[in-house]
C-alpha cells in the first residue's frame, strides 16, 4: 500500500510558495498602497499628483531591473536573491511611517520599486513556468490570486487600523508582516528549477522521454491558437526580440493593462472623495481586490482550456463593465463597479504572461517577458501620477476612469489582433 501511495510533487510546494510571496508582496504592500494616499495627504498637506510621483519612480525603477531577475535566478540562489530582495522591500515600507517629506518618499519608492521586481512582477510565472510542465496557466492563476487575497485582507485591516492607530504605525506593521510571511518560504521551499532537486517538472514524466528531456512543454489548449516559438530556443538577445513584430505587440498589450490596473489604487480615494467614511471607502479596493483574487482562480484554467487570446479578451469586456459602473457614481453601483473591475490588475499579472508564452518558450520565455514587462512598464508608468494629477486638475476622478477604459480597448484591439496572427500562422 505504502509503495502504491503517489507523493505530492514538489512543484505544489513551489506554487505554495510563490502564494504566499506573491501575497505578502504585491498583495499586502504593493496593492494596499493606494489606502494610504488621502490620509498621509490630509495629513502632511501634500498634493495627490506630487505624492503619487513616488509611484511612478517605483515603476520605473522596477522596470530597469526586471531584465536582470531572470539572468540572477539563472546565475544565483533564488533563496538568496528573493530572501534579500522581501527585507528590502518591507523595510523600506517600513521607513515610509516616519516620512515627512516628499523627497523621502521619492527616494524609497526606487528603492522599493528595485526590490520588488525580484518578488512582484515575473518571479513567480518563471518559478511556476520552470515547475509545471502541466497546470501551468492553473499555477500562474491560483498563484496571482494570493495578491488578491491578501490585498482584500490588508485593506480591509488597514480602513480600521489607519483611524485607530495611524497611517504611520499602519506602514510600519504592514511592512513587517510582509517580512515574516515571505522569509520562511524563500529560504526553506523555493527552488529555481527542478533539476536543483534531482526532479522532473510536474507533468513531465506524460511527455515522450525526448521532450521531458528538453523541457518542451505540450500544447494544453484544447480550443485556442497554439503556443508557437518566434525566436530560437536558445539564445535570444534583445536585438534579436527587437526584430520580431510580435514583441511589440505583446509589449503594448503588457502596457495597457498594466497602465488600467494604476486606477485601482485611487479607489479608496474615489470613495472618500463621494463622502464615505475611511472604513467604507476602504472597502472600494477591498471588493477590487475581491474581485482581483476571484479572477485570478479561474483565468488560468479557462486559458488552459479556452485559450489565453479569448479569455484575455473577455477579461477586458468584463473590466470595461466595472468602469462603466465606477463612472456613474452612485454608491450602489461603485462597489459593484470596484468588484467588475478587479479583474484590471489579473491582465497584466496573469493573462500577460500566458499571452506571451504563445510566442515563446523556454529560457527564451523568461528573457522575452522581462523585456516585454520592463519596457512596457517604463512606457505607462507616468500614469502613476498623470491619474493623480487629473483629479488635482478636474476635481474628480472621472477622467482618470475614462482614461483607464480607454488604454483597456487599446488592449483588447491588440490581443485580437495577436490572436489573429497566431491563426493565419497556424493556417500557414
Not at 5 to 23: D, E, P, V
Request: proline share 4%; charged share 10%; aromatic share 12%.
Amino acid at each position: 500500500m505504502e509503495k502504491g501511495r503517489k507523493k505530492i510533487h514538489y512543484a505544489w510546494f513551489i506554487l505554495a510558495g510563490c502564494c504566499i510571496m506573491q501575497g505578502a508582496s504585491l498583495g499586502l504592500i504593493n496593492n494596499c498602497s493606494g489606502v494610504f494616499y488621502s490620509p498621509v495627504c490630509q495629513d502632511l498637506g501634500f498634493e495627490m499628483g506630487k505624492f503619487t510621483f513616488y509611484r511612478m519612480l517605483y515603476s520605473i525603477s522596477s522596470a530597469l531591473v526586471l531584465p536582470f531577475v531572470a539572468k540572477s535566478f539563472q546565475k544565483l540562489d533564488v533563496r538568496a536573491v528573493i530572501s534579500a530582495a522581501a527585507v528590502v522591500f518591507g523595510v523600506s515600507n517600513m521607513a515610509m511611517g516616519t516620512f515627512t517629506e516628499l523627497w523621502q518618499w521619492y527616494a524609497a519608492g526606487m528603492i522599493q520599486g528595485i526590490a520588488s521586481s525580484f518578488l512582484c512582477m515575473i518571479a513567480a510565472p518563471i518559478l511556476l513556468n520552470n515547475w509545471f510542465h502541466k497546470k501551468a496557466g492553473m499555477a500562474v492563476g491560483i498563484s496571482a490570486a494570493f495578491s488578491g487575497l491578501m490585498g482584500m485582507m490588508g485593506s480591509s485591516a488597514l480602513g480600521f487600523m489607519i483611524p485607530a492607530l495611524g497611517w504611520r504605525a499602519s506602514y510600519g506593521i504592514i511592512g513587517a508582516a510582509s517580512i515574516v510571511l515571505i522569509l520562511p518560504v524563500s529560504l526553506f521551499v523555493l527552488r529555481n528549477r527542478p533539476s536543483d532537486k534531482g526532479m522532473l517538472p510536474y507533468g513531465a514524466e506524460e511527455l515522450p522521454e525526448t521532450a521531458a528531456a528538453s523541457g518542451e512543454r505540450p500544447d494544453v489548449r484544447k480550443n485556442g491558437p497554439s503556443a508557437v516559438a518566434a525566436g530560437p530556443e536558445k539564445g535570444l538577445s534583445l536585438a534579436s526580440l527587437a526584430k520580431q513584430p510580435v514583441f511589440y505587440l505583446a509589449l503594448l498589450a503588457y502596457a495597457g493593462a498594466l497602465a488600467g490596473s494604476y486606477l485601482n489604487m485611487f479607489l479608496t480615494s474615489c470613495g472618500l472623495d463621494a463622502g464615505l467614511p475611511m472604513a467604507a471607502a476602504a472597502m472600494m479596493t477591498t471588493m477590487a481586490l475581491l474581485g482581483n483574487m476571484s479572477s485570478k482562480l479561474f483565468l488560468g484554467k479557462a486559458s488552459d482550456v479556452f485559450g489565453a487570446v479569448r479569455t484575455f479578451e473577455l477579461s477586458i469586456l468584463v473590466s470595461e463593465f466595472g468602469h462603466v459602473l465606477l463612472l456613474l457614481g452612485l454608491p450602489t453601483s461603485v462597489m459593484a463597479g470596484a468588484l467588475l473591475y478587479g479583474i484590471t490588475p489579473p491582465l497584466s499579472s496573469v493573462m500577460a504572461p500566458l499571452f506571451c508564452k504563445l510566442f515563446w518558450k523556454g529560457e527564451d520565455y523568461g528573457t522575452a517577458y522581462s523585456y516585454v514587462t520592463m519596457f512596457g512598464t517604463l512606457l505607462v508608468s507616468p500614469f502613476n501620477t498623470w491619474f493623480g494629477k487629473f483629479y488635482d486638475l478636474t476635481g474628480s476622478y472621472d477622467l482618470t476612469i475614462g482614461v483607464s477604459g480607454l488604454l483597456l480597448l487599446i488592449t483588447l484591439a491588440l490581443v485580437w489582433a495577436g490572436g489573429r496572427s497566431l491563426r493565419a500562422e497556424k493556417r500557414a
